[in-house]
C-alpha cells in the first residue's frame, strides 16, 4: 500500500528565553492510504504537538526546527501559510476533544458545513442537500430541521458528530482525530468509533488518531506508533503490539489497560515521564523501567526493526521477548 503520509525526523519544540521544551524530538512514522494509524501515550508526550504540526498549526513559542512532513511526496514543511490553506480542510481534516472549540457557537451547523464546502462549485440547494447527507451519514437524526440549529441546541455526542460533519465536508483524504472520544460517556464513546469505522470504511480516507486509550486502539487501528517524552518508542501492527511488545514502555501501558476479567490486577507504571525542558540524557524511559541497565542511563537507543514493519527504540526489546502474550494468555 501507498504511503499517504510520511513524517521524518520531526522536531517541534516550544522555545522561550528560559528553555526549550522538546515537544516532538526527532519524530518520524508513516500512514499508509486507508489505514487507520494510533499515535498513543501518556498526557504531555507530544501527541498533539505532532498531529499540530502536520497541519502547520504551531503558534509560537512552538516552532517546527527541523524534519520533514510529505503528504503524498509533497513536502508541507516547505508551503506557504496561503498554500497549507488549500491542504487544510480540503486534503487533511482534523477533529478534536473538545467540539465547542472547534463549532462556531453564532453559526448554524448547517451554515458551518456550507463554510466547509470551500469553493466547491454547489447552487444553494445542492449545498443543502449535501449538508443534510452528512449529517444523516453521521447519524443526526432528522437532519433537515437539525441543519438550521445552533451549536448549543446540540448535546456532547450529537456535537462531534456535528464537527465531524463539518471535518468530512470537503472529502479530506487524511483526517486528523485527537482524542475524538476523550471528552465523551463510554456509550457515546463506543458510537464515535463505531462511526469513524463506517466512515473509513466507506469513504476510503485514511485516519491518524491520537489517544491515549490502548482500548480505543484495539477497537479500531491497523497500526499504532507508541510515544514517550517527545519520541515514538515503538511501531507495530495493532496485534503485534498486543501479542508482543518490544518496549517496556509499550508493556506497562498494556499491563494498566483493564482487561475486564474479574480478578484482573491493575499494573500501573511507576513514576512519571520527564520533563521536557531538561530530559534525563539516555533513554528518557530508563528512570522508570525495571528493565534498564548502565547503558540506557547513557546513550539513547535507535528507533530499529527488529522484524519486519515492527520498530523498537529500546537496547534490550529481547528482554520482553519471555513475556507472555496479552491477547490469547493473558498475563
Ligand atoms: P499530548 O498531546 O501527548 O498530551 P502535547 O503535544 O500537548 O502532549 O504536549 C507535549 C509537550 O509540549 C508537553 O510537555 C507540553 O507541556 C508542551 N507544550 C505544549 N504546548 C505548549 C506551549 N504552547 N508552550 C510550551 N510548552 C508547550
Ligand atoms: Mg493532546
Keep these: 500500500m501507498a504511503d499517504i503520509l510520511e513524517v521524518k525526523n520531526l522536531k517541534t519544540y516550544f522555545i522561550t528565553k528560559e528553555m526549550t521544551v522538546k ?23 507530544g501527541k498533539s504537538a505532532t498531529c499540530r504540526s502536520i497541519l502547520r498549526l504551531i503558534h509560537k513559542p512552538g516552532k517546527i526546527v527541523d524534519g520533514h512532513i510529505l503528504y503524498k511526496g ?46 466547491q462549485k454547489m447552487s444553494k440547494k445542492e449545498k443543502t442537500e449535501r449538508a443534510i ?48 472520544t476523550t471528552a465523551l460517556d463510554v456509550t457515546i464513546q463506543d458510537q464515535i468509533i463505531n462511526l469513524l469505522n463506517d466512515l473509513k470504511a466507506k469513504l476510503g480516507m485514511s485516519i491518524l488518531l491520537i ?34 511488545p518490544r518496549h517496556p514502555y509499550t508493556y ?30 539516555g533513554c528518557p524511559f530508563a528512570p522508570r523501567c525495571r528493565f534498564a541497565e548502565d547503558r540506557c542511563r547513557e546513550e539513547l537507543p535507535a528507533l530499529s526493526e527488529i522484524s519486519p514493519d515492527h520498530l523498537t527504540r529500546c537496547h534490550f526489546p529481547e528482554k520482553l521477548s519471555e513475556v507472555k502474550s496479552f491477547v490469547e494468555g493473558g498475563r
Design 74 to 119: 509533497k513536502e508541507l514543511t516547505a508551503l506557504s501559510q496561503k498554500e497549507m490553506r488549500q491542504i487544510r480542510g480540503k486534503e487533511i481534516a482534523m477533529i478534536f476533544q473538545e467540539p465547542m472549540t472547534a463549532l462556531n457557537p453564532v453559526l448554524t451547523i448547517g451554515e458551518q458545513i456550507f463554510e466547509a464546502f470551500g469553493d
Design 211 to 244: 489517544t491515549h486509550d490502548l482500548g480505543v486502539v484495539a477497537q479500531m487501528c491497523d497500526r499504532v506508533a507508541v510515544m514517550y517524552a517527545g519520541h515514538v518508542v515503538e511501531i507495530a501492527d495493532t496485534l503485534t503490539l498486543f501479542s508482543s
Design 23 to 45: 515537544a516532538v524530538d526527532n519524530v518520524s512514522f508513516t500512514i499508509r492510504q486507508g489505514e487507520t494509524f494510533a499515535l498513543v501515550g501518556e498526557s504531555g508526550c
Design 133 to 180: 447527507e452528512l449529517l444523516h451519514m453521521v447519524g443526526i437524526p432528522r437532519p433537515e430541521t437539525r441543519i438550521k440549529e445552533y451549536p448549543h441546541q446540540f448535546s456532547g455526542g450529537m456535537r462531534q458528530r456535528a464537527m465531524i460533519a463539518i471535518a468530512l465536508a470537503a472529502k479530506p483524504q487524511l483526517l486528523l482525530a485527537d482524542e475524538p
Design 252 to 281: 506497562g501501558l498494556l499491563s494498566s489497560l483493564p482487561t475486564g476479567h474479574e480478578k484482573e490486577r491493575l499494573i500501573p507504571i511507576p513514576g512519571s515521564p520527564p520533563d521536557l525542558a531538561n530530559p534525563p540524557q
